[in-house]
């Protein structure tokens, strides 16, 4: 699916935590990448940091301040832009609230307020169809981050040759880790109801974000191709958010009671939320129930640590957001971009929990 994955290696090399490139063009996920910490991280800086940035405007939309990974993002891209030279009084950081609507707006006072880079992180997917064509029109480079634009939409930016770039990993890789965390302990653990299949209930984030939809699907698409019989009792959306996952999965298990063997969520916050409602249950992960997640955020980590979270898939937002800001960085001083910039998610379990939370520092 992904044609256009490119890696810009002298810009990444740099400041990844993890191997980049995952190559996607076949429509399958990613290469499993080994459960290991990244490596230290260096100093980086992009390949043209000796142009003058001070000055340049840079307006970043994000879909909405209160989700705990975007925080964790959007705070380690302001310190990257300004070590790499931009000002801090240039980077304007705008909640969406969740409102397509509201970041609508917001990017045409960026574009009326004259940016000379925007790097946006949309509410809705779906319209990065129009949000390009208004950021396009203005002569504005823009780079997208987090939440992939379809291939359709990808394709334009190549075959009209506009600055315009996504910076990201594939969910599918995320979906499939989560589901070979699950799988890896193997159906005399998991099946505590002595059915011969994994009984599972299902939370998603926003339904209409694709790392949603990937994250869904390639998770139990994971156990199948393990060799496992699934049975979805409840599929229910979260909206990525920690209370929508604490209710929804305490109507589950309110509803199924014991046969739930399994609860997958599409984020950390709604996993964090479904552990308080599997505790408030009287369940106990790893001992009649698992629960996986996807972020690695420091206290889903710690979870992981002590057994009280089967396990998570860290979604490196340093590396992320370094690679977006180069790339901003890039379209400014004339060097350019390829129009897909990827990285690998990691698997987290108990085995590398720790060395993760290290290299977070």
């Not at 405007?57 to 891209?77: A, H, P, W």
């Not at 779906?126 to 780079?143: F, G, N, Q, Y």
């Not at 990808?154 to 315009?164: C, H, I, K, L, M």
């Amino acid at each position: 699916m992904k044609k256009f994955l490119a890696i810009l290696a002298s810009t990444l090399m740099a400041v990844s935590l993890i191997g980049c490139g995952t190559d996607t063009s076949a429509g399958e996920p990613a290469a499993t990448a080994e459960p290991e910490a990244p490596a230290a991280q260096e100093p980086a800086a992009a390949a043209s940091t000796d142009n003058d940035l001070s000055s340049k405007k840079v307006g970043v939309c994000i879909y909405q301040f209160s989700d705990n990974f975007m925080t964790l993002f959007r705070t380690e891209l302001e310190n990257y832009l300004i070590s790499l030279g931009f000002s801090k009084d240039n980077i304007t950081i705008a909640d969406g609230a969740n409102d397509q609507a509201t970041q609508t707006n917001q990017i045409q006072n960026f574009i009326t307020d004259g940016v000379d880079v925007l790097i946006i992180n949309p509410v809705n997917s779906s319209s990065a169809s129009t949000i390009t064509d208004m950021v396009v029109d203005a002569k504005i480079p823009l780079v997208y981050i987090n939440r992939e634009p379809d291939a359709d939409e990808e394709a334009r930016w190549q075959s009209e040759n506009w600055d315009v770039t996504y910076v990201g990993c594939d969910a599918r890789q995320s979906g499939t880790m989560q589901g070979q965390i699950i799988a890896d302990l193997g159906l005399d653990a998991i099946d505590f109801n002595g059915n011969g299949a994994v009984d599972y209930i299902m939370i998603e984030g926003d339904p209409e974000n694709v790392d949603a939809q990937y994250r869904t699907e390639f998770s139990v698409k994971a156990l199948e191709d393990a060799g496992l019989k699934v049975n979805c009792l409840s599929d229910q959306v979260g909206n990525w958010d920690q209370t929508q996952g604490q209710q929804l999965v305490a109507n589950a298990l309110g509803q199924y009671a014991n046969d739930v063997e399994v609860v997958f969520c599409n984020n950390d916050a709604m996993a964090l939320g479904a552990l308080q409602a599997i505790n408030d249950a009287g369940r106990t992960v790893g001992k009649d129930i698992y629960l996986v997640g996807v972020d690695a955020l420091t206290e889903v980590c710690e979870d992981v640590l002590a057994g009280t979270i089967t396990g998570t898939v860290f979604n490196d937002h340093i590396a992320q957001s370094h690679s977006a800001a180069d790339a901003a960085v890039n379209y400014l001083t004339g060097a350019g971009n390829d129009h897909y910039i990827g990285c690998d998610y990691v698997k987290v379990t108990k085995d590398n929990a720790q060395s993760i939370l290290d290299s977070l520092g």
